[in-house]
């Protein structure tokens, strides 16, 4: 029983640490989210007030013109598709080479959450069941990608931005080998557009597969 407790109260005093590494490890990421599911949710909410001809006119950022999807060829799909990916994805990157991007990269992901809320609100709403599933089977893999590398990309410019910010703070100074190395960010931002790229063709393949199942009057 003695070594029992000795054991118990020896996990007890772990937590904390663990706690702790979990948050510094995964803590920005999760800071990240929160925006796309905030976005998520009043998007969800604002499609109560919105009509289709609204998602029409969005259909350039959000891809939210689901009748037009189905009605695209492979390559219009994927045109349109890539175009809206790599708007967020470009704006995030770019904010990641400015000193005060940290700033602006939630907003970015707070949009990208309002229009996959507007979408599935819309759906959800108007063509209840079916537009549940067409959103689901057809829209949701490629809008998961998508948001998969704008998070992946944020965070990684994040971290930049901040680099920057700490280079040409006053208050410290970067010793040579500390300075934000470009051309490193840059690299592995390009590793994340192929994960955009990825997006783009998923959404090309699966409303080519699984979009003829469906019919919007």
């Known amino acids: 029983m003695k070594g029992l407790f000795f054991i118990s109260r020896h996990g007890k005093g772990n937590i904390p640490k663990e706690l702790s590494y979990c948050f510094k490890k995964y803590g920005l990421m999760i800071f990240l989210s ?41 390559f219009e799909g994927f045109k349109a598709s890539m ?3 790599f708007l967020f994805y470009i ?36 063509y209840s069941f079916q537009g549940a599933v067409f959103y689901v089977i057809v829209m949701l893999p490629g809008l998961f990608l998508s948001s998969l590398s704008l998070l992946l990309q944020s965070k990684r410019s994040y971290g930049f931005s901040r680099e920057l910010w700490l280079l040409f703070s006053p208050r410290k100074k970067y010793s040579e080998a500390q300075k934000p190395d470009i051309f490193n960010f840059l690299q592995k931002s390009g590793g994340i557009l192929i994960i955009t790229a990825a997006a783009a063709v998923t959404d090309v393949l699966f409303t080519a597969f699984f979009s003829q199942m469906f019919t919007f009057a």
């Open 34 to 74: 929160s925006f796309l599911f905030a976005g998520l949710i009043c998007g969800c909410i604002f499609a109560q007030y919105g009509d289709e001809q609204t998602l029409n006119s969005l259909d350039f950022i959000f891809i939210s013109n689901f009748k037009a999807r189905v009605e695209q060829t492979l």
């Open 83 to 85: 175009s809206a990916y």
């Open 91 to 126: 704006s995030s990157l770019l904010l990641g080479l400015s000193l005060w991007g940290r700033a602006g990269l939630p907003v970015i992901i707070f949009i990208k959450g309002v229009g996959a809320g507007l979408c599935a609100g819309y759906l959800f709403s108007v």
